[in-house]
């Protein structure tokens, strides 16, 4: 299994547009046959402040979902509204507990 974290700081003001670009490929994601879980998530203590979780079968799924289409058009739309760099960390999983 292979996960990613991503975590994006939204420049004040842009979070919703941020929100609304990733609700919109969410549905495509889940259709992705290597793409295990999926999580968008936006800090409680700071609105600008999100992360989102992936859990890949293998390292070739992971690198089909980022060659797709949709995620291009989705970055094309963020980048912008972003107040830093998008910070973006690969994992092998160890161990997992999914309930």
Known sequence: ???IIATLKAQSGQEDKLKEAF???LPKVEQEEGTLA???LQSQADPTLF???ER????EACMA????PYLAEMFE???PLLGKELEVEIFDEVQAIIK
């Open 77 to 79: 739309v963020i980048l």
């Open 38 to 40: 999926y999580s968008f």
């Open 23 to 25: 609700l919109a490929v």
């Open 56 to 59: 890949y079968k293998d390292m």
């Open 65 to 68: 979902h980022g060659a797709t």
């Open 1 to 3: 299994m292979v996960s």
């Open 51 to 53: 992360m989102v979780y």
